[in-house]
């Protein structure tokens, strides 16, 4: 595991404004970026649109993810420790056990093989 990382890419800084509006229009256009090892801590981040990314490895402590439909987002590896998880989709392949260690104890996500 690599350390989170601050990526130079404009989708990555319209989420570290908080600008979820902005991101998902850029990512309707077309537009995209690998989010793998990015930085995201505390952000709000309700409303994103999370289809197709690659989250793994991001670190996402105490962010605010409610609301947020990951079925389709690779995730494996992401941190998210203390983050807002009510309502959110999980991709099927990872476990609630999973999502609860890594959410009360700050462990990476494992999906299952």
């Known amino acids: 595991m690599n350390e989170p990382r601050r990526i130079e890419h404009p989708l990555y800084k319209l989420l570290q404004e908080e600008n979820i509006p902005a991101f998902n229009a850029a990512r309707t256009r077309g537009e995209s970026v690998n989010l793998s090892g990015a930085y995201l801590r505390g952000l709000d981040l309700r409303g994103m649109d999370a289809r197709g990314l690659d989250l793994s490895d ?17 995730l494996e590896g992401a941190s998210l420790h203390e983050a807002k998880i009510s309502g959110v989709y999980f991709p099927v392949d990872i476990s609630a056990h999973e ?4 959410v009360d104890r700050g462990t990476r996500l494992r999906a299952q093989r």
């Open 58 to 74: 991001a670190y996402l402590r105490s962010a605010d993810l409610r609301g947020i439909d990951f079925r389709e987002t690779r």
């Open 99 to 102: 999502i609860f260690l890594s």
